[in-house]
């Protein structure tokens, strides 16, 4: 894997931001783009924009081209099974409640459980949440051990035969812990629950299969993997999403409208309402071009090592704390310096031209289990270098000096 060749692609990356070359470590947040990706859509806003579905002249059929090609791009990208299976979202956030507005209150009832666990993302809580209320169920949590992993054996006695969903996030974009979903799948199968697994983190960043991982629902955002903001997907096993009603109504969706009833579409239109999200999906798939040109699993790799560098590296800062695993992690380290506010770090890594994210992360239970209300968070992507690793130490280094504390 070319790391320089690679960064020749991403025109952000080639700037100044206050008089430093720019070190982007902020991909968990959003990722930045290829121009082929850029280029992608472009080319398609400049030669063949039009609605998809509906008109028969070349312009129309280009696009329902370019976005159902797209659709069958993501089926092989994760291995689903039928394009029916893949519904075009927002983004993972969007995908999660459809599951939890379409399938889960229908399922729920007074007692039966869901099950997720405190470091899920808010987009992975909240609507079950909302579901719980709605429906009278229970909101379980499977307890986390002090590195921030979680262990089968509790997976095991938290789900329980009246468990009817089971939610967990595939990689933590806090603590960098990959789930063992799989497993857990099993264990939800076994107790006559249905799966359901955040992808936001995980797809970007290592080779993602539903029918091995044996999910029932899998989300996940394009704009986490060099794809533009506002696409994503859910993967939905087609028995399933079959039974499901849509939650918006309106164009596309439908089969016949009549003055007091309508009837919907087969899969997966019945979940696209209104005009989609074309330009995104070109783009999706022009990204998915890009990753799968370099390997997702060259990519894991790299990111692994890179965040294994930064570990032992960051480590050796006197008062510098890390947050989750010190071992087999993903691409990411969250952490705290003693006594300076992680904005405050943030605030004084951009001055030197690095970008990271600092606050809760959309996880404030996982904050309070954590005992902070904030952290600051650097993550690495293909593009990112152990040269970016040295710029961030250094940084923080200086960070500390200029809060007047001692170096280590």
């Keep these: 894997m070319n790391t320089a060749d690679i960064r020749s692609q991403f025109p952000i990356l080639h700037q100044d931001v206050n008089g430093h070359p720019l070190v982007y470590l902020d991909s968990a947040a959003t990722s930045q783009k290829p121009v082929s990706v850029i280029e992608a859509v472009k080319r398609y806003y400049e030669f063949d924009n039009a609605n998809v579905h509906r008109g028969v002249h070349t312009l129309g059929s280009r ?30 956030t969007t995908a999660l409640n459809l599951v939890a507005s379409s399938y889960a209150r229908a399922v729920c009832g007074e007692g039966d459980e869901i099950v997720i666990t405190p470091m899920e993302h808010h987009a992975n809580l909240i609507p079950w949440q909302q579901v719980a209320k709605a429906t009278g169920a229970v909101l379980k949590y499977i307890p986390l051990q002090p ?4 262990r089968l054996a509790d ?41 359901v697994v955040d992808g936001a983190q995980s797809t970007p960043h290592l080779k993602v299969d539903v029918q091995a991982l044996g999910c029932d629902f899998y989300a ?5 993997m060099c ?7 859910l993967y939905g096993k087609k028995e399933l999403l079959q039974e499901m009603e849509p939650i918006e109504f309106g164009g596309e969706m439908i089969d016949h409208v009549g003055l007091y009833d309508s009837t919907w579409k087969d899969l997966p239109w019945k979940f696209e309402g209104g005009t989609p999200i074309i330009a995104g999906a070109v783009g999706l798939a022009a990204a998915i071009d890009f990753l799968e040109g370099i390997g997702l699993e060259a990519i894991e790799k790299h990111e692994k090592q890179l965040a294994a560098y930064a570990m032992e590296r960051m480590l ?42 600092a606050g809760h992360h959309c996880c404030q239970p996982l904050m309070r289990w954590l005992n902070v209300t904030a952290t600051a968070r650097a993550s690495f992507y293909l593009y990112n270098t152990e040269a970016d690793v040295d710029r961030l130490v250094a940084s923080l280094i200086k960070t500390k000096e200029y809060f007047g504390y001692a170096i280590g």
């Excluded at 071992?327 to 992680?342: K, Q, S």
Aim: hydrophobic share 40%.
């Design 63 to 92: 696009a329902t081209d370019a976005y159902e090609g797209a659709r069958e791009k993501v089926r092989r990208f994760i291995n689903a099974s039928s394009t029916e299976e893949i519904i075009f979202t927002r983004g993972a």
């Design 147 to 150: 590195d921030g992993t979680i």
């Design 155 to 195: 997976v095991e006695s938290t789900v329980t035969e009246r468990t009817k969903i089971v939610s967990v996030v595939y990689v933590s974009n806090v603590l960098g812990v990959v789930n063992p979903v799989k497993e857990i799948a099993e264990i939800a199968h076994r107790k006559g629950a249905k799966m």
């Design 220 to 224: 996940f955002s394009g704009h986490k």
């Design 227 to 233: 794809a533009p903001t506002g696409i994503g997907a």
């Design 316 to 357: 050796q800062i006197e008062g510098l704390t890390v947050y989750g695993p010190q071992h087999d992690r993903a691409g990411l380290i969250t952490f705290n310096l003693d006594e300076v506010h992680p904005h405050d770090v943030a605030t004084v890594l951009d001055a030197d031209g690095i970008a990271v994210r």
